[in-house]
């Protein structure tokens, strides 16, 4: 049997949680090819489990899915509600006026290779009147479905696109930059959404090249745009020193106020799990 290296990068449990408290819970998962994050939230929007797991970008997603299944009692509850964000970069915007449901693959297609093991879903976007149409592992969905019968799945560029507006600059153009473990998302925003893409990296000449050509092919001056920090990126790191560098309007993102973080929740960076919050937002 194959073996899978999983790690927990964080795990940040309440002192009086129990899973059978699980039936009055509202359960948020993240996945991407290389992270999964768990979340239980109360009725009263209290963050009271959280637990980020990585594993290598080889391993199928499918099964770290299953093995994190059979391991973790996360996932053998039964919620009052599961969502869950598909975090890749296949996806693909489309205007609600042009969009069918039976067209979604061709949509795709446009600009992305569809792999055989993949499905295509859609979106909903409100605020933008468009339609997110998106490929995920079809091994996966088929173990979503069996373990959550309940959930509800969005791709996270609709969530952080929903959120734009409560970030945005009252007196600048903005641009969300949302930093993950080896990509990130750029959204520009002037009013409303101008621009969204994701970006691998691997170096920081690398993050910086595509928010400058972001900037630069939208006609953004860099004097004249605020930039705002959302992720898993620390204050003191080579990423954000060169932000600093280059960017005078720098601020990180702030977690929304109807967010609920007490006791040792309350320590983690504001703009940490910034996606997650705001795949719980979008369910309210």
């Known amino acids: ?3 899978l290296a999983t790690n927990i990068k964080t795990k940040l449990i309440a002192s009086d949680f129990d899973f059978k408290q699980s039936p009055k819970l509202r359960a948020c998962l993240e996945v991407s090819s290389t992270d999964i994050v768990t979340a239980l939230f109360t009725v009263k ?3 009271v489990y959280l637990q980020h797991y990585t594993f290598k970008p080889n391993e199928k997603i499918d099964e770290v899915f299953d093995h994190l299944l059979q391991s973790e009692a996360f996932f053998s509850q039964g919620y009052a509600s599961v969502y869950i964000s598909i975090s890749n970069a296949l996806y693909t915007v489309v205007p609600s006026s042009l969009f069918q449901a039976d067209d979604k693959e061709k949509w795709l297609a446009y600009n992305h290779v569809i792999r055989g093991e993949d499905m295509v879903l859609s979106d909903d976007i409100n605020s933008t009147d468009s339609k997110c149409v998106y490929a995920i592992n079809q091994k996966l969905k088929v173990l979503v479905d069996q373990t959550f019968p309940n959930n509800h799945i969005k791709h996270k560029s609709t969530c952080i696109t929903e959120s ?3 970030v945005a600059s009252k007196t600048h153009k903005t641009c969300l930059v949302h930093v993950g473990s080896d990509s ?3 959204a520009l925003y002037d009013k409303e959404r101008t621009f969204f893409n994701t970006f ?3 170096s920081t000449e690398d993050f910086l090249y ?7 092919q939208n006609k953004l001056a860099v004097d004249e745009t605020e930039i ?7 204050a003191q790191s080579a990423l954000y020193d060169t932000l600093k560098e280059y960017f005078p309007k720098l601020k990180f993102a702030v977690h929304h106020k109807t967010i609920v973080l007490n006791n040792n929740f309350a320590k983690l960076p504001n703009h940490f799990y910034y996606s997650l919050f705001n795949l719980y937002l979008c369910a309210l």
Not at 210 to 216: G, K, R, S, Y
Not at 228 to 234: L, S
């Open 184 to 186: 990130f998302d750029v």
């Open 164 to 166: 734009l507006s409560g």
């Open 200 to 202: 691998e990296y691997q």
């Open 210 to 216: 595509f928010i400058l050509a972001a900037l630069e």
């Open 228 to 234: 705002v920090i959302a992720g898993e990126i620390e």
């Open 1 to 3: 049997m194959k073996t």
């Open 45 to 47: 929007n209290e963050l």
